[in-house]
């Protein structure tokens, strides 16, 4: 057979940002090697007549760095067509650890990513020491390919041990980080990570090692990757998703210092113009979006949302029966609406935060004459009534058996405008679903790039089909410097995702008893991704995995 497969009658949206066309694919040992009107045989054909054939997506803020102990298909991110992760974000990586640092690093990785440590330390092997051996206990055989950062976290442990969560580091210890960079970088990783928010705490509330890291620690690590001439830096500044102009100039000395790209996370469009100035001064930083709004749906049956409220924790634990009465009964409202207006309590170290209820919408009713109260929000409910707005909430669902379905809306659709025209910049990437992390949480925003097509594409047209593509394929793949990936093209590797536009979307996230060692987690699936296809092969055909695993771990190279 001239081909192993062939795609055809699809319409190629090729990852340029050019217009479509319609083309055969055909691939042979993984690589595209022919496009347009494909004669020849092949041992496997897809139809995809009504389709079109894009890149895979490559995503750049994942923490799938544990998962492939547990789930070699890396759910739910290849169920929505991503086919590449770059992972080892925020400074929190398995590797380079010598044994007595391993229990503390894992620790401190699931305390900030809502991972289950002990389920985890079940299926770990801990058969290495240095990044390279990392990477090779991962590469045996995946359903996406990975990108794996260096953790300065890590870093700081080997150079500095205990030291590393007490203080600032030497200028020796400094050195020593750079050597073991170079040697995770000579080994084929993409960069490297760190962080210095303040959300992210060890697991007695103590500041992860980075976060007492000095600038001039940053600094030296980023002229290190210089050396390489390749390779990225994700920084998590002290003012986290809104840096403020200290940390505004550090990212700046660092891109300017290492020559390399530095992405640090956003959830919305103000630092639009700090960007854009940094880019006509010859910096390359980047704004990581999470695009896909955490508007979590809950009832007051079903929910994890007030897990980490005083009282509402105890109440929501109670069997339904029991909870019911609990949340009828009057006396228990007082008690009730004190907690409601107080903080959560979150891990040590960390400052909860309050029950949004402005942003508290009915969703769903049961009962015919509460129709009209779908898509009100709770607070104007409570002012319109003269009622305290847990009252609201509780009386409603009450009468309805706490079948009540509510929402918490994060974002407005006019932040979905200015965030979309912050994309077509090209100075903010929609790419930062923290797919791998937050297992024990009540949300998944792996499908991002779902929501993109779905929402801003088909629905809403905020971006054009090409452009989007564009974005989440051959941008993120031209900043990172993976030259064989991220568009439709002879020669590159055969990394494809096939899609009915006029379905595609995420669908609700929901609890799956699949995670690490048989827990429960998070996923989120997809709508209308047809197949996947990695390394030439069909990984997924209508969200069935076929048993293939070609994705590997992808090590980048030095340039001499």
């Known amino acids: 057979m001239p081909y192993d497969l062939v795609i055809k009658n699809g319409m190629v949206v090729d990852g340029t940002g050019f217009s479509r066309y319609r083309a055969d694919v055909a691939i042979k040992d993984g690589t595209i090697v022919e496009l347009g009107k494909i004669r020849g045989a092949a041992a496997a054909t897809i139809d995809a007549d009504g389709l079109f054939v894009a890149p895979g997506i490559i995503d750049l803020h994942t923490h799938y760095d544990a998962q492939p102990f547990w789930d070699k298909l890396c759910t739910s991110s290849v169920w929505h067509g991503v086919t590449t992760v770059l992972t080892g ?26 991972l289950p440590v002990k389920s985890l330390a079940a299926v770990l092997r801990w058969s290495w020491e240095t990044f390279g051996e990392y990477m090779d206990a991962i590469d045996q055989g995946l359903g996406v390919n990975m990108m794996p950062l260096v ?7 080997g150079a500095m041990g205990k030291a590393a969560w007490e203080r600032a580091a030497t200028a020796d210890e400094i050195t020593t980080m750079q050597d073991l960079l170079r040697a995770a970088l000579e080994a084929g990783a993409w960069g490297w990570s760190t962080t210095a928010s303040p959300t992210h705490a060890g697991p007695s509330g103590e500041p992860v090692p980075t976060r007492l890291a000095g600038n001039d620690e940053r600094l030296a690590l980023a002229r290190t990757l210089g050396e390489f001439n390749r390779g990225v830096i994700e920084i998590l500044p002290p003012s986290v998703a809104k840096p403020d102009e200290a940390d505004r100039k550090h990212l700046y000395e660092v891109a300017l210092t290492s020559g390399r790209p530095v992405f640090f996370l956003v959830f919305d469009a103000e630092t639009r113009s700090y960007v854009e100035g940094a880019a006509r001064e010859g910096a390359q930083l980047y704004a990581l979006l999470r695009v896909i709004p955490f508007n979590p749906r809950f009832t007051l049956k079903k929910t994890t949302f007030f897990n980490n409220l005083d009282v509402w924790d105890v109440v929501m634990g109670l069997p339904v029966p029991e909870r019911l009465a609990v949340l009828a009964d009057p006396g228990k ?15 040590p170290g960390v400052l909860g935060r309050f029950i949004p209820w402005p942003a508290i919408v009915v969703s769903k009713v049961v009962m015919d004459k509460h129709r009209s109260l779908e898509g009100r929000r709770l607070a104007e409910l409570a002012e319109e009534h003269g009622k305290h707005v847990a009252d609201v909430m509780l009386d409603l669902a009450v009468e309805e ?10 974002r407005s659709p006019a932040e979905d405008v200015e965030l979309a025209e912050f994309v077509k910049t090209g100075h903010a990437v ?8 937050h297992l024990n949480t009540n949300f998944c925003t792996a499908g991002e790039s779902s929501y993109v097509l779905g929402e801003w594409v088909r629905e809403r047209q905020l971006l054009g089909l090409e452009d989007a593509i ?6 993120p793949a031209r900043i990172m410097g993976l030259h064989d990936r991220g568009l439709v093209r002879e020669g590159l590797a055969a990394d494809l995702m096939i899609f009915d536009l006029s379905r595609i979307g995420v669908k609700e996230d929901e609890v799956s008893h699949d995670g690490p060692a048989g827990v429960p987690r998070r996923v989120q699936a997809a709508d209308g991704v047809h197949y996947v296809i990695v390394g030439g092969q069909t990984v ?16 980048a190279m030095r340039k001499v």
Do not use: I
């Not at 409202?333 to 891990?347: D, F, G, H, W």
């Not at 929609?430 to 992390?437: I, N």
């Not at 564009?470 to 941008?475: D, E, P, S, V, W």
């Open 401 to 410: 058996t706490l079948e009540t379905e509510f929402q918490l809306l994060t």
């Open 470 to 475: 564009r974005r989440l394929t051959f941008q």
């Open 540 to 555: 997924l055909d209508h969200g069935r995995h076929t048993g293939a695993l070609p994705g590997r771990v992808l090590r």
């Open 89 to 114: 974000n925020c400074g929190l990586t398995l590797a380079p650890l010598r044994p007595e640092h391993r229990e503390a690093m894992l620790a401190t990785f699931c305390c900030v990513e809502d």
């Open 333 to 347: 409202r007082p008690e009730l609406r004190e907690a409601a207006m107080k903080r959560q309590r979150r891990r």
């Open 151 to 157: 953790g300065h976290n890590p870093l700081r442990l």
């Open 430 to 437: 929609p790419s930062q679903s923290d797919a791998g992390a």
